[in-house]
């Protein structure tokens, strides 16, 4: 069975005191590993999608990573606006979203 | 270019009732995917729609049902309501092509409580 489990469960940062979230999987026929931001009581923002293992994307202070088994979400610098749930998902062959439970981050000025 | 929009916003119902979520998709997209989100838990999806025909479902039983329209809009139906459908009930549109599978955009949900 497919499963996404994501790591911390929440983390409080200073601003400017760059971390990483992590991401670990486990599916059959992975065509694409997503990362999503939300808010509090809104739905999830698209950050990024990762194909194939060793590929990066980056946007702003976000950098996300992809291996065989695990994607890393670094945040460089954050900034108290960095400040929500990152989620995770992977997509299978059907298309459907296998989600984590999601990284609470908090930036303090 | 319109993003998803979803409705209502909120919505409290009792247990027992029937209730239907609705969902416009991002302008171009033809699927339309349904997703339940308990508080503080990941999105777990329910079902998804290409081309007016179910495409695929989660481990919900027959009581979550939809429908896709020809403009791609889409509803939610849940019948015999009860306390634990209590979530936030979040729509994602993307644009599938049968052969390649793109990104799903996901709009701002609707909070379903029930008493």
């Known amino acids: 069975e497919d499963q996404v489990t994501q790591s911390p469960e929440a983390l409080r940062l200073q601003e400017g005191e760059s971390s990483s979230l992590n991401c670990s999987y486990t599916?059959?026929?992975?065509?694409?590993l997503f990362w999503y931001r939300q808010d509090p009581g809104k739905g999830p923002e698209f950050l990024f999608t990762?194909?194939?293992a060793g590929e990066e994307k980056e946007k702003e202070r976000l950098k996300a990573t992809l291996t065989k088994k695990e994607s890393f979400l670094h945040i460089t610098a954050p900034k108290p606006e960095d400040s929500a749930t990152y989620l995770c998902?992977?997509?299978?062959?059907?298309?459907?979203?296998?989600f984590g439970a999601g990284t609470q981050v908090v930036v303090t000025p | 270019e319109t993003g998803v929009t979803q409705s209502p916003t909120h919505l409290i119902k009792t247990r027992g009732q029937q209730v239907t979520l609705r969902c416009s998709s991002q302008?171009?997209?033809?699927?339309v995917s349904w997703y339940q989100q308990a508080l503080g838990q990941g999105p777990q999806f329910i079902f998804q729609?290409?081309?007016?025909?179910?495409?695929g479902r989660g481990n919900f039983p027959p009581r979550f049902s939809g429908l896709q329209f020809p403009n791609y809009s889409s509803e939610l139906n849940v019948n015999a309501l009860e306390l634990d459908d209590s979530a936030l009930y979040l729509c994602?549109?993307?644009?599938?092509?049968?052969?390649?599978?793109?990104?799903?955009?996901f709009g701002p949900g609707t909070r379903l409580t029930v008493l």
């Open positions: 599916v059959s026929g992975l065509r694409g």
């Open positions: 729609y290409y081309r007016e025909e179910e495409n």
């Open positions: 302008s171009g997209h033809n699927t």
């Open positions: 990762l194909y194939s």
């Open positions: 998902a992977v997509q299978d062959s059907w298309g459907k979203l296998q």
């Open positions: 994602a549109s993307s644009l599938e092509s049968g052969t390649s599978l793109n990104t799903q955009y």
